[in-house]
């Protein structure tokens, strides 16, 4: 289902005069999905969901304002939401009120957004039972894919405010994870698993997703255990940018005017990094599936440069924090009860070059971290400290040798400081395009 976003806008400019509400704002969604998972060649499960949502604001002659959301997107259902927020207006915060976006009007960036050809569930099933198969039988060890699914999703935004903005956009993508699980006489399970995305079901690579899955759980088989110690520490893509994204406090303007972050508004400016690292946070990246022309505010997304050559360049904001610290919003706003801040897709590049001797080919006792998990437990993020278990390697003059059990700790700000090397070649995930970085004299607990 696809909303009509000029006949929304019509309706709620028609109910808001009838309610007497001259300042209000609209911003929602509708997405529809579908996800199948498959077990030993049978459908497993099926889900499909339409979701709506709108969350409605709406100011008083007081200027204060007063927000509610539904889900119900008729003329009914926009009445009823335009008459609690403007009741709710009456309640709402005299400090800081939240006003329109400056640049919610300003033009939006003219990108092509792919909107992929869905596919049946039966062609859906089929796949995923052929993917299954497929990576069953790359060795006899693989046992079973016990968590596994092949998900599309198309999405429809808009935000529209009574001063005229209208704007909307629609993406699409398919999404694929396989996931393994190994028995061998006389060995613990090992498993690893694989994520591929695309704009659409033809274009998604699943025999790449197969390939991985299947590589990397072979290279758990022959598990050791690892001296517990200070190593070179490689951060593979994935790795590196969910550790980035449990610390983004360092960039967000909202927690750092909450005093929940580990910078300050001084910090802007200050070296935090090596001087190998630059980090952007750019919506509109060529390889970014995901791509919003803008935020929940209607503010157009762009490139914000975060660390330049290891300097805090940048912090992202929401109409609100731009305003209290002086500066642009820069498209990162949710929409909410309370507007919160958050990235979109990392852009991680090397500033300087280093020594080339940085090489998993040639490296001596080098530790490849492939994935870390419980970082919902193992991540300090106000104090800046991490212990965290992980999926990885031994690297020795190229030969991998899995690590049977073991956690990586330290403090990300000194993690920043202590990379040594950033990998020339950029590599593609779910939450952004990065290369391999290189750490020295992080903590390993072998188990």
Known sequence: MSLNIQQVSASAR???????????????????????????GEQKQVKASNRSGITVRVWNQDNTVGITSTTDVDDIGLELALKSAYEASFFGIKEHAPDFSPEATAPIADVQIEVGKTATVPQLIESLIDAEQKLLAKHKAIESVPYNGLSQQSVDQFYLNSDGAVRSDSRSYTSLYLYTKTEQEGKKPRSAGAFELSHSFAKLDVQKC???????????????????????????????????????NLFNAQNILD?????????????????????????????????ETFDGEGTPTRRLNLIDKGVLSAFIHSAGTAKRMNTAPTGHANMGSKITVSPHFYHVSGGETADDRYNLDTAENVILIDDLSALHAGVQSLQG???????GWVVDRGVKTSIEAATV??????LLNSIVYVEPKEELTNSGVCPRIWVEGLSVTGE
């Open 14 to 40: 028609q109910i808001a005069t009838k309610l007497g509400i001259s300042k209000f704002d609209l911003s929602g969604s509708t997405t529809d999905s579908v996800s199948v998972q498959v077990d030993r």
């Open 210 to 248: 197969i390939d991985e899955a299947a590589e990397k759980t072979i290279s758990h088989l022959d598990y050791q255990k690892v001296p517990s110690g200070k190593y070179t520490i490689v951060f593979s893509p994935e790795a590196f940018l969910s550790l980035m994204g449990a610390f983004s």
């Open 259 to 291: 005093n929940q972050s580990l910078s300050t508004p001084e910090s802007l400016g200050t070296q935090i990094a090596s001087p190998l690292l630059s980090v952007a946070d750019d919506a509109l990246h060529p390889s970014n599936i995901g791509i």
């Open 385 to 391: 400290s991490f212990s965290l278990p992980f999926d």
């Open 409 to 414: 700790a330290g403090d990300f700000r000194e």
